[in-house]
């Protein structure tokens, strides 16, 4: 009903940029459907990175003015555009998206997208000094 496909992760110094990609596919690709982007850190709970819902864009507070999502409804696709990366931005970044989402960006960011229901495999950041 929903794929969702990552691509662009590697590695990169400190304070160097990454772009992120997200394919969204099948019945539930469409502009209403909630996308967000989340990562996990080894040993770390998976935290949210930046979500968009229907009418909101969240961002979590530590990648705030450094990070920033995209969204191109024309091709359902979602873009993480990373700059002035850190060492602490390491991690594996999964895209994630919710045809029925109805609780917030601010909540989806805070609960590290527990109601999600559809997810990436994940692409792997590392950022080195």
């Known amino acids: 009903q929903l794929q969702l496909e990552e691509s662009g992760g590697g590695s990169v110094e400190a304070g160097g940029s990454l772009r992120l990609s997200c394919r969204a596919s099948?019945?539930?690709?469409?502009?209403?459907?909630?996308m967000g982007w989340f990562r996990q850190a080894p040993g770390k709970r998976r935290e949210g990175v930046a979500v968009?819902?229907?009418?909101?864009?969240t961002y979590a507070d530590s990648v705030k003015g450094r990070f920033t999502v995209s969204r191109d409804n024309a091709e359902n696709t979602l873009a993480l555009q990373m700059d002035s990366l850190k060492l602490e931005d390491t991690a594996m970044y999964y895209c994630?998206?919710?045809?029925?989402?109805?609780?917030?960006?601010?909540?989806?960011?805070?609960?590290?997208?527990?109601?999600?229901?559809?997810w990436g495999q994940g692409t792997q950041v590392t950022v080195s000094s």
């Open positions: 994630a998206a919710d045809p029925y989402y109805s609780s917030g960006g601010a909540f989806a960011v805070s609960s590290g997208g527990s109601d999600f229901g559809y």
């Open positions: 099948g019945k539930y690709a469409n502009p209403s459907t909630s």
């Open positions: 968009i819902t229907s009418d909101t864009t």
